[in-house]
C-alpha cells in the first residue's frame, strides 16, 4: 500500500487548508483512515481518523470543531480540511492506513508540510 498526501503549503495563520491522501494497492475501502502530524522538535500526534464506511470519525482535543476529515473510496482518498489554523500548527501531516481489526497503523505516507505564519 502506497500512501501520497497533498495540499500542504505556506498559509497565514487564521487561514485553511485541505490536505489530500491517495493510496494505491491494497483495499482502501476496507481500511481506517488517519491523520497525524509532527511538528520540529515534538513528538508525533493524532489529528484525525475515519473508519472505513466514513459514518464515524475520531479528532484530537485540540481540534475543537476546526477540521474535517473525509474520504471518497471510489477515488481512493482521504481528505483533511482544516480551518482558523494556529502558527503552533506548523508541522509535517501525515496520512496512514490501518487494516480492518488491527490496532496499529501499518502504512504510512511521507507526508506533506504545511507551514502557518504569523
Known amino acids: 500500500v502506497q500512501l501520497v498526501e497533498s495540499g500542504g503549503g505556506l498559509v497565514q495563520a487564521g487561514g485553511s487548508l485541505r490536505l489530500s491522501c491517495t493510496a494505491s494497492?491494497?483495499?482502501?475501502?476496507?481500511?481506517?483512515m488517519g491523520w497525524f502530524r509532527q511538528a520540529p522538535g515534538k513528538e508525533r500526534e493524532f489529528v484525525a481518523a475515519?473508519?472505513?464506511?466514513?459514518?464515524?470519525?475520531y479528532y484530537g482535543e485540540f481540534v475543537k470543531g476546526r477540521f474535517t476529515i473525509s474520504r471518497d473510496n471510489a477515488k481512493n482518498t482521504v481528505y483533511l480540511e482544516m480551518n482558523i489554523l494556529k502558527p503552533e500548527e506548523t508541522a509535517v501531516y501525515y496520512c496512514a492506513a490501518r487494516v480492518f481489526g488491527s490496532t496499529r497503523y501499518a502504512y504510512w505516507g511521507q507526508g506533506t508540510q504545511a507551514t502557518l505564519s504569523s
Open positions: 494497492g491494497g483495499t482502501f475501502r476496507t481500511y481506517t
Open positions: 475515519i473508519r472505513w464506511s466514513g459514518s464515524t470519525t
